[in-house]
């Protein structure tokens, strides 16, 4: 029986598994850093993977590997049989800014793969079970207390923001005199956007133990203050751009809603807020596979974490007197949706 489209496109996704974890190995071999020092033959790279202090891996069982990395077209060869990078494959080089290689590491750590594992127990008791198997009760928690593991996540939020950042430092921002980058991390967005806009000033709002972290990152940089407190609880400071990046699918419809109304409170007819997050599509089959994805990765390591459709966000909005203004494509699958208050009645 011949293979058909629909069976072949099936036992992809099956294999899907096992062809991320030949990237990961590749990444814990320093593959790809490796091929970017130069063009290498299989016996050549082994010895720079024994120099590196890893042991001498089998040459046969690595030409496998590279094989495959070909397959994938992260690698390609020469007319001497040498191996290099391909652009894609210098994607997960570590000396790039916006490297790829921290988010594909992150999926091989211990509480991610759980997750994964454990999705069909979570739908069924209806909250994460790898939380509950590793009892913490958040990845937060998980990666406070595994210094290498919170170390690459903050690695992974950082590349996965600069490119974020670029586009978000290209919008117009007219008008605006102050940005507000609510639970904004370690700055990285923020600082982006104030240095293509020197005019602009800027407050980091954050978690006392995160605004430390920012104020290293920082390191007093002119023009952003950072302010400690509770978004939910604590006032919150005034702006005419509020930013909340990567906020609103952590958490469930009835927290995200008072969030919004705390903000839209704050918001005159001339502020806007800035949400960046994955948008799913009303049709399923016209949702980018990146957003599916990741509510998925929400769905297993956040209680009511989720992506959702710019219906579901209008919605949100709405409850809180705003609505949607415009919505514009980002990198990484996500999406700008800038919103206002609503237009009075006439």
Known sequence: MSETPERARVLRLIDDFILYAAVRAALRLSVFDLLAAGPCAVHELADEISAGGAGRPDEMLLGRLMRALEHLRLVERDARGRYLLTGEGDLLTSGRDDSLAPAALMWGEELWRDS?????RTIIRGAPAALELHQVDSPYAWLGARPAAGALFNEF????????????????????????DIGGGTGIVLA????ARPRLRGVLFELPEVAAQARRHLDGRAGITVAEGDMFTDPLPRAGLYLLG??????????????????????????????????????PHRSPTSAVA????MLTLFSGGQERTLTEVESLLGAAGLH???TEPLPHGLHLV????RPAPA
Not at 116 to 120: E, F, G, P, Q, S
Not at 167 to 180: F, K, P, R, W
Not at 294 to 297: E, G, P, S
Not at 338 to 341: D, K
Request: hydrophobic share 50%; charged share 25%; no cysteine.
């Open 116 to 120: 994964a594992d454990l999705l069909h």
């Open 157 to 180: 939020m950082a590349t996965r923001s600069v490119t974020v950042a670029r586009a978000l430092a290209e919008q117009d921002v007219t008008g605006v005199d102050t940005v507000a």
């Open 192 to 195: 982006t956007i104030l240095a």
């Open 246 to 283: 990567n906020i609103l699918h952590n958490y469930p419809d009835e927290q995200a809603a008072k969030l919004l109304a705390r903000l839209a409170s704050l918001m005159d007819g001339r502020a806007e807020l800035w949400i960046v997050d994955a948008v799913l599509d009303d049709d």
């Open 294 to 297: 990741l509510d998925m990765k």
């Open 324 to 326: 949607v203004a415009r």
């Open 338 to 341: 800038v919103a206002r208050q």
